[in-house]
């Protein structure tokens, strides 16, 4: 098992910067390769970045590849999403998920553990 504790969330006008952490705890938590998903109101919930455990490789959604970048630390158990360029259409809640699977992953059904999401809201 593992638990994930999302921080970092808040309010934020167009064109400025957040930055997400997700603190795991449990079992090898640096073995498990993690993602962040984000849902927002009356939408699915999307996949947004991921970065696996065996090679640190990373990969993001179109939306958001270029202004986001995704990074780990294995000796806290933690997983950082920084976010640049905000812009309202990137307003949701933003949850980190967490799965033994050794690549990228971006489907939400590959994913066996999920934080409860913390919310970004970004003003025009």
């Known amino acids: 098992q593992v638990q994930l504790i999302e921080s970092g969330g808040g309010l934020v006008q167009a064109g400025g910067s957040l930055r997400l952490s997700c603190a795991a705890s449990g079992r090898t938590p640096s073995r498990y390769t993690m993602g962040w998903f984000r849902q927002a109101p009356g939408k699915e919930r999307e996949f947004v970045a991921v970065?696996?455990?065996?090679?640190?490789?990373?990969y993001y959604a179109d939306a958001v590849k270029s202004r986001f970048t995704i990074s780990r630390d294995n000796a806290k158990n933690t997983v950082n999403l920084q976010m640049n360029s905000l812009n309202p259409e990137d307003t949701a809640v933003y949850s980190c998920?967490?799965?033994?699977?050794?690549?990228?992953?971006?489907?939400?059904?590959?994913?066996?553990?999920w934080g409860q999401g913390t919310q970004v809201t970004v003003s025009s």
């Open positions: 970065i696996s455990w065996f090679a640190g490789s990373t």
């Open positions: 998920a967490a799965d033994s699977t050794a690549g990228i992953i971006t489907k939400e059904y590959e994913y066996d553990f």
